[in-house]
Structure formats: C-alpha cells, structure tokens
C-alpha cells in the first residue's frame, strides 16, 4: 500500500483493511513491556521482537471458572479497534434478539382500480444490513475472508457470488404477485427511521444495498491490451469506464478509482499483471436512497411492473405520508436472523455492520437519533454485570480515538455471552483460527498453526503514518475470544499490543500474525494444563 499522509480516520481505515491478511482494528501507547508472568519462550520472545521495544502488553485469560490463567495490566484503558465489535453487537444482539429479522415493507400510497395503482410505492427502510445481497439459498448470510468492503485498501478482497440486488428483486416479485402491474405515479424510499447523529464513520442508512459500494473488477488480458472491466450492481444512472492496461506478467498491479461528484461516473485508470488474479475495487454510493429508489423502479420493471415516474433522480421524499396507518403493504422483504449479521460483521469486521448497530439499538429505544443508541448499550453492560465505566466508545466499529477498553471488561463480555443460551452462536461467530474470517489466513501452514480450529476471537489493528521516520505508527494490535481445551469447556482470554513501530504494511501484517500466535499458543497451554489437571 502507499503510504501518504492522511487524515487519521481515513488512514486508520486503510490500514485496517490491509491488516484482513492477518487481523483487523485496535490500542493506545503506553511504555514499558511489562510483562511479570510467565508465558513460556516462544510467547516471550514474540513479545520481544524489533518492532515491540517501545510497546507496551496488557493480557487476561481466564478459565471457565473465572480463575486467572495469565494477567499483564488487566485493569488499563487500551484503545481497542475492531474488538470494540465486540461491544456494540452485543448491546444490539441483547437489545433486539439474536432471533430477530427485519421486515422491509413496501406500501401502496394512492388508489388502486385493478392492477393499476394511481399514487406510489413507499419502500420503508428498516436498517436490513444486506437486503438478501449475500443471503445464500440455506437462508444464511455468506462472507469470504477479505470482504469487497476493504478492497480498495486491502489485497486479495474477493467478492460473494449472490446478487447484491436479490432482496429488491424478491419485492418486485411479491408486488407483482399483489396484482399490480402498472403505477401512475412514482416509487419513494422511505429513510426516517434514523439519522446518524453524532456522526459515524462509515454512516449507516436505513437502506443499505451491497453495502452502498459499487463493485469494480478488473481482469488481466494479454500483455499490452486493455483489461477487462466487470461491475456491480449496475443501476442507473451509474457508468463505469476504465482504461486499466494488461502488463506483462510480474509487473505491477496499481489501479485507482476516480468518481464524479455525486458518484455515478466512475473511472479505473492504471495497469494489472497478466496472469495475475483478478483486482477488485469499490465506489461509493453518494446518495444510498435515490440508488435505492432507481434499482427498485429498474426491479419493478423486470418484474412486469411499469412506473410512469422517471427512474433516475432524487428521491421524492415530498411524497411520504405522515403516517402509513390505512395503506396496503404489497410486498415485504424479510431477512435473515440477526444472530446471521453478527457473525457476518465479527468474521470479516464489517465497519458499517458494526456502526448500524447503534443505530439499531437506538431504534429500540424509539429514537432516530443513532447517539441514543450508547445509552441502551449502557443499560445493557449494567444488566450483564458489566463494568461500564471499562468501555469509552464513540462508535461501534472501534474507529474513534477515543475508545478504550480494558482487558477485564473484554473478558466480561466474553464471559457473559459464555453463560447465555445463545452461548454457541456467539463463540461460533466470531474468526476461527486457520479456518475463516480475519483468522484465516494467520498460519504459516496448516502444519505449523498452534490453536488452529481451536480459537475463536475477534482482531483488531489501529495503525497510521509515522511522517517524523517515515514508517508506520502501530498504534495496537488486539486479539480476545474463546480458547478450546477440551471437552466443551472454553477459556476466554483478551491481548493487546501498544506503540509498535514498522517500515511498511507488511510489518503490520507480520504483527498480526505475531498476536495469532500468541492466541495459538495460549489455547495449546490451555489444553495442556486442563488435561493435565
């Protein structure tokens, strides 16, 4: 990755995603490594590596009795990237259901004489994550390692094969099925169910199709010919050109993504490497309801369903009522179950997933303000026995500079969740070690991988420019989860790394792994001692 200035928030971003080779998001600097238990050589000597001489190391496993295993400063403020997930998923997990499924509708505003409505369609937005974009046939919700939602910062994004614009195309269906062929009139999406004050970074909407990111893949041709270009999903009046160039093999792969203002132009410029495996990019959607709007009326219209209203433009919000008492609902789309999207933003650290959270958990609370969703989430870490005075958050991603966690409250969470009946849900949804998600991809081979299918835990990296050395700052590393070791029982354990140094993106993937295998090794002395005993 290139490595220039930025602002914070972007930068950290960036980073990040790069970091889903081997981790992703977390950590505040402190001195002195300070390490007085005894956690064997190899672990010791990780802990002792180049990079780490100016870091400092907080750790607390537990076993499923709550007795200390290890302990390093359990009791201090740590900024925690991505395992503030952690965090915000289980405020909204608690506060709606891990059974819960959101039900988009869509109502008939107007009259209607047979199959012709005079009036509008209103979709109402309910804060559906996917929208069926990546609902497999089993009904499940489908992730690959490195997600598209990284791609333009991170190698080896890869997309999910379902269609990004399933979820609109089964309402079309279903209004069809109502009868309605033709609408005099127009099609409104209607977005009232939050607004995302304070800001959050990236900001939900209520309506979220392909997470707001148009898909760009590039693929090499022959050496000297132009690459072939595929995009998704193509709604109008969205227009991608790209005039990236093949390159001979071993050659350099670098493509940028340009957009117009408002988004719809979109430009790839640059080279790929024959031979190579395929680049995917994103661009984002400036304007998620009007997209919505278009790709609605352009699904009706597959469907059998004709508009009169023009399909592309600004979203008549003019026409929403102020309330939908006595209107017909004629489609609806129904999601998977919650428990589905949790797992989703744990296994790849979905950034809007996470943020979408607090929203949500704002909604319960009959707010549509996204901030009165940390009060909910306060209420709930009382009601779990949860210090709350332990956890700073202003996100629900772990993007803030200013969240802090300590290794304690991060052991309480895990073993609240440990304790419940949906105990097995949550372990399973977080990255299994070796095997998928962010933890994919940590081992240096499948034979020498301590803890392989044998930890689950949730990552975190928070990283930036270092313009003084001109190397990168890496600002933590954080790993916690569940540590098998032997007939069902679990041990639940939090790791973090401050103030690191490193000359470029792959030392912070190197990190990464460093924090994977300590979690590795823990489990396999975890197993050890619980067989020894």
């Avoid at 069809?176 to 939900?204: S, W």
């Avoid at 997209?291 to 009169?308: K, M, N, Q």
């Avoid at 990168?472 to 029982?489: D, M, P, Q, T």
Wanted: aromatic content about 6%.
């Amino acid at each position: 990755m290139d490595v220039t200035a930025r602002p914070w928030r972007r930068w950290a971003t960036a980073v990040t995603a790069a970091l889903a080779l081997a981790l992703t998001t977390g950590a505040a600097p402190s001195s002195a490594t300070g390490t007085g238990d005894d956690l064997g050589p190899e672990i010791t000597a990780i802990m002792h590596k180049a990079p780490y001489v100016h870091s400092q190391w907080g750790l607390l496993e537990l076993d499923d009795q709550g007795n200390v295993v290890h302990s390093d400063f359990p009791d201090q403020f740590f900024l925690p990237g991505s395992t503030a997930k952690l965090f915000a998923v289980s405020g909204a997990w608690h506060a709606l259901g891990g059974d819960h499924r959101f039900t988009t509708p869509v109502q008939a505003l107007g009259t209607r004489r047979g199959s012709v409505l005079t009036g509008a369609l209103s979709l109402v937005a309910q804060g559906d994550l996917t929208m069926g974009g990546r609902t497999k046939p089993d009904g499940s919700v489908d992730y690959v390692p490195i997600d598209h939602t990284y791609a333009n910062d991170a190698p080896g994004a890869t997309l999910t094969p379902e269609n990004p614009l399933a979820g609109l195309d089964q309402i079309a269906r279903q209004v069809r099925a109502a009868g309605i062929t033709e609408v005099r009139g127009n099609v409104v999406v209607d977005a009232r169910l939050f607004t995302t004050f304070p800001p959050l970074d990236p900001a939900p909407n209520p309506l979220i199709i392909n997470d707001n990111l148009i898909d760009l893949l590039t693929t090499a041709t022959t050496p000297g010919h132009q690459a072939k270009l595929s995009w998704r999903p193509q709604v109008a009046p969205y227009q991608v050109t790209s005039s990236v160039q093949t390159v001979a093999a071993g050659g350099t792969s670098a493509i940028t993504v340009t957009a117009s203002p408002d988004g719809t132009r979109i430009h790839l410029s640059g080279t790929i490497a024959a031979g190579s495996q395929p680049e995917l990019r994103v661009s984002s959607v400036q304007d998620p309801e009007s997209f919505g709007r278009t790709a609605l009326i352009e699904a009706l219209a597959r469907a059998g369903v004709s508009v009169t209203a023009a399909p592309t433009g600004a979203n008549p919000v003019s026409l929403l009522p102020g309330s939908y008492t006595g209107t017909p609902r004629v489609a609806a789309y129904v999601s998977p179950q919650f428990w589905q999207y949790a797992r989703l933003i744990f296994k790849v650290s979905h950034n809007l997933g996470a943020n979408l959270t607090v929203c949500l958990m704002a909604v319960t609370a009959h707010s549509h303000q996204c901030g009165d969703g940390f009060p909910v989430l306060h209420s709930f870490l009382v009601q779990a026995g949860i210090d709350p005075t332990q956890v700073n958050l202003l996100d629900g991603r772990g993007g803030d500079p200013n969240d802090r966690v300590t290794p304690r409250v991060e052991n309480e969470i895990l073993r609240y969740w440990a304790h419940t009946p949906d105990a097995a849900r949550f372990r399973k949804a977080q990255p299994l070690m070796g095997v998928d998600g962010l933890l994919a991809f940590v081992c240096p081979s499948s034979s020498d991988c301590p803890g392989k299918g044998k930890v689950w835990a949730k990552t975190g990296t928070v990283a930036g420019e270092d313009a003084v050395n001109q190397r990168i700052a890496e600002g933590a590393l954080s790993i916690g989860g569940y540590l098998e070791v032997r007939g069902g029982r679990f041990y639940t354990f939090y790791l973090v790394m401050n103030g690191a140094s490193v000359p470029d993106i792959q030392g912070v993937i190197d990190g990464g792994d460093d924090l994977a295998r300590i979690a590795g090794l823990l489990q396999v002395q975890a197993a050890e001692d619980a067989t020894a005993h």
